[in-house]
């Protein structure tokens, strides 16, 4: 199958992300970073073929992906739904949440995100 992982093509583009991410990936960050929920870990802007994945946890394959108006056209749904069968040929789930929920109720996104973690 070959390697899916940290495309080395898109190595500026992933530190670019994370450098200049939206104010919405900052935050959701400060609780992911650091296996501060529920012990998991959590990357940021990790590539698995050609897509980068706003956070994703290794160990639950389990992508977290935070939605802005442009995911929100015809055009974006198209390419969230394919970016989804991709991932799940590798078992990889993919969970969303617009952006504005991680400022109106980050609360609700932990119990989300955490009610998606595969039983310890």
Known sequence: MGK??????LKEKRR??????TPAEGRLWIYLKNSQLEGRKFRRQHS?????LDFYCVSEKLAVELD??????IHGSR??????????KYG???????????FNNIESVFED??????QS
Do not use: M, P
């Open 68 to 73: 802005g108006q442009e995911h929100f056209t």
């Open 4 to 9: 899916i992982y940290t495309n080395t093509n």
């Open 16 to 21: 670019d992300l994370r450098n200049n991410g």
């Open 79 to 88: 390419n969230n739904d394919h970016r989804d069968v991709v991932l799940k």
């Open 48 to 52: 698995i073929e050609n897509y980068i």
């Open 92 to 102: 990889i789930r993919t969970i969303r949440y617009e952006n504005k929920l991680i």
């Open 113 to 118: 995100i955490k009610s998606h973690f595969k």
